[in-house]
């Protein structure tokens, strides 16, 4: 069975998309951090970010794993790298190249292919799984997110202002939606939940109430 999150950045996606997995029993997918992934290895390889062929090939190249929470380029344990400020400022290259969509969503339905999964990004519902048995789109408000992202970074040992965050948020929201392939788009068939005020818990307990009710 495939259940999709999808939802902008900062809305916890991640966090209840792990949560659920482990409490129906289901492998994760981040496939956010694909997306991350080949970014991270064009800014290694110096890419041209003018040249999306160069990037699409570089991709294909690339032997990425994913195991748990953690991600792997070559054997190469990339975790961390693939969320610094750096990295992330560049991945709208990699999310906004057809040719990359296309292979990593290739990727996508060969993992999923081969047990049960819930699967995080903002294409699942709507181009990757189409044929889900559950969708959800996961929202929260902008100043929401954007102090969860700023707790997130600061975690991480990153220093970024809050005003900072949320204009970075505002942009990526604005290129994750006009994209013209695979943009962050609600399915007609998603269940929206606004995460606003809910804990964690919550968010997770509503979701697989919803699954078990079938
Ligand atoms: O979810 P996360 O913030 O890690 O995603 C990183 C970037 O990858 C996002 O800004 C988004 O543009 C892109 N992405 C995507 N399609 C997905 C998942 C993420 O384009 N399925």
């Known amino acids: 069975m495939i259940i999709t999150i999808d939802g902008p950045a900062g809305a916890g996606k991640s966090t209840v998309a792990r949560g659920l997995a482990r409490k129906l029993g289901f492998q994760f997918l ?20 003018g040249r999306p062929d160069d990037l699409a090939r570089l991709a294909t190249t690339l032997n990425i794993e994913l195991a748990g929470d953690r991600i792997f380029i070559d054997g190469e344990d990339v975790s961390e790298a693939i969320r610094t400020q750096e990295t992330t400022a560049v991945t709208r290259y990699s999310a906004a190249n057809p040719d990359i969509r296309a292979y990593l969503v290739e990727r996508q ?19 990757a799984f189409p044929d889900a048995a559950f969708k959800f789109f996961v929202t929260a408000s902008p100043e929401e997110r954007a102090r969860r992202r700023l707790l997130d970074l600061q ?32 399915a007609d068939d998603a269940i929206e ?22």
């Open 30 to 49: 981040d496939t956010g951090a694909m997306y991350r992934a080949v970014a991270l290895a064009g800014l290694r390889g110096n890419i041209d970010w």
């Open 109 to 127: 339905r060969e993992m999923a292919a081969k047990a049960d999964f819930v699967t995080e990004g903002r294409d699942q519902g709507t181009v």
């Open 155 to 186: 975690r991480q040992g990153e220093s970024a202002s809050l005003k900072k965050v949320l204009e970075d948020q505002n942009r990526r929201d604005r290129q994750d939606s006009s994209r013209d392939v695979g943009p962050l788009l609600k």
């Open 193 to 214: 939940i606004l995460t606003d005020g809910l804990t964690i818990d919550e968010v997770v307990e509503r979701m697989a109430s919803i699954v078990k009710a079938g």
